[in-house]
């Protein structure tokens, strides 16, 4: 699993979560903590939708 923003591998982390996309629901979103915190812009890969 990696961080859907910045691509860090999320074994190694503590505090990340997973939701659906909220664009399409059809991809596993991943963020880690940093990314979150900063509001990181994430893109889906299947419906393109972007969120911090």
Request: contains cysteine; glycine residues 8%; positive net charge.
């Amino acid at each position: 699993m990696k961080c859907s923003t910045c691509g860090i591998r999320l074994e190694s982390e503590q505090n990340w979560v997973k939701f659906p996309c909220p664009g399409c629901g059809k991809e596993t979103i991943f963020r880690c903590d940093r990314c979150k915190k900063l509001e990181n812009t994430y893109i889906c890969s299947k419906c393109k939708f972007e969120g911090p």
